[in-house]
Each structure stands twice: as structure tokens, then as C-alpha cells.
């Protein structure tokens, strides 16, 4: 069986959180692969360092106390369903990224401000789960395209 392939890089970085993870060009079966066994701690700091978000805020959007956070720091590992939380915010955060052309700290400023278009509820909060994520992305498309949000 053929392995699936993202047909444009950039989009499959936006996508996945390969570009702010640092997963490289892996296809969207290798990333299941390895959120499923769970990704290494290192990748959270790695998106807290490229992202600029702190990893208190990180670890508030994965759902994992303050505690638990700090275990999985000296087990070295994420759980597979935190790392799927994960992938979905670098996600998140690479399509912010890509609407402010670039501008990371932008994107993140975006992020945490309250949104009209969403209720008054800041983006990140709404990362929380998949149907706020969700939101979120429809509002970064009608954004890029101009449709009055």
C-alpha cells in the first residue's frame, strides 16, 4: 500500500506542526506513528521555544496539570493522546503563523488576545479541544481570504 503524501510542503507543516515541532517531512502516517508512541518532552520545548508561548500556556491547552506537566518532563515522554493535543496546537499555531506572513510573535499575539469572531474567547482557549480548534481554522481561512469575520 502506498504511504500518503501532504501534496505541498508548506501545507503539510501547517497541518501537522511539522514546521514548529520539528517533525520534518514526514507524511501524516509517520506523524500518527510517532503520536501514537508518544512524543519526546523535548518536541513541547522545542514548540515553546519556536512558538514563544510559555510551557505553563502549553501544558494549559494540552490539559495537563502543572504536576503531572512537570512528570512527564523527567520521564521524558507525553502521553499519546497529549502529544495528539500537541500536534493539533504547533498546528494551530503554524496556520497563525502563516496568516501573519511569517510573524511569530504576531501569530502569538493573535492567539491570546479575545477574538469577536469567536465569541470573545481567545484562540488559544478554544485550542483546547478539536471543535475549538476547528474554529479557530475557519476563522485564520475566512481571514486569509478576506471574508469579514
Known amino acids: 500500500m502506498a504511504r500518503m503524501q501532504f501534496t505541498h510542503p508548506d501545507s503539510a507543516r501547517a497541518k501537522n506542526g511539522n514546521g514548529s515541532l520539528g517533525l520534518g517531512g514526514r507524511d501524516v502516517l509517520a506523524v500518527m506513528r510517532v503520536v ?45 493522546l497529549e502529544s495528539e493535543r500537541l500536534v493539533r496546537l504547533a498546528g494551530l499555531f503554524d496556520k497563525t503563523v502563516a496568516l501573519f506572513e511569517g510573524d511569530a510573535g504576531a501569530a502569538v499575539t493573535w492567539l491570546r488576545r479575545p477574538a469577536k469572531a469567536l465569541g470573545n474567547r481567545r484562540p488559544l482557549d478554544l485550542a483546547k479541544t478539536e471543535q475549538g480548534a476547528r474554529a479557530v481554522e475557519d476563522l485564520i481561512g475566512r481571514l486569509e481570504f478576506g471574508v469579514y469575520s
Not at 514548540?47 to 512537570?70: H, K, Q
Open 36 to 80: 501514537k508512541s508518544g512524543l519526546p518532552f523535548a518536541k513541547a520545548a522545542r514548540f515553546a521555544a519556536a512558538s514563544g508561548l510559555a510551557l505553563t500556556e502549553i501544558a494549559e491547552v494540552l490539559r495537563i496539570p502543572t504536576r503531572t506537566f512537570a512528570r512527564r518532563k523527567a520521564r521524558g515522554a507525553l502521553t499519546d
